[in-house]
């Protein structure tokens, strides 16, 4: 079945940099479209980044845009999150998800995500 592992969550300081991996398993990994959300205490679970099948295109949440970058990685069934300049309000737990469908065009919808891990906790503080 469909296995999304993340890791490399830990405290950081504020301006420091953290990167996330996602390891997949039991599906076609470079068919679908991969994404990174992250939910606070209290807070609904939001979108980080996301990118598309192919790896040709990415997007990002306008509170990452610049900061974060996404990437993937076929060979190894892997998608990462490389976060620099990190805040407080980055203090979230993160989790990886898959798109439902193969081969999608365009970004994927929040909705539109059918396959999560389990999360990792993001911390920054001094």
């Known amino acids: 079945q469909v296995q999304l592992v993340e890791s490399g969550g830990g405290l950081v300081q504020p301006g420091g940099s953290l990167k996330l991996s996602c390891a997949a398993s039991?599906?076609?990994?470079?068919?679908?479209?991969m994404g990174w959300f992250r939910q606070a205490p209290g807070k609904e679970r939001e979108f980080v980044a996301g990118?598309?099948?192919?790896?040709?295109?990415?997007n990002y949440a306008d509170s990452v845009e610049g900061r974060f970058t996404i990437s993937r990685d076929s060979a190894k069934n892997a998608v990462y999150l490389q976060m620099y300049s990190l805040k407080s309000e980055d203090t979230a737990v993160y989790f990886c998800a898959a798109d439902k469908r193969t081969y999608r065009w365009g970004p994927t919808p929040f909705m539109e995500y059918g396959y999560w891990g389990q999360g990792t906790q993001v911390t920054v503080s001094s």
């Open positions: 990118i598309r099948w192919s790896g040709v295109k990415d």
């Open positions: 039991g599906f076609t990994f470079s068919s679908f479209n």
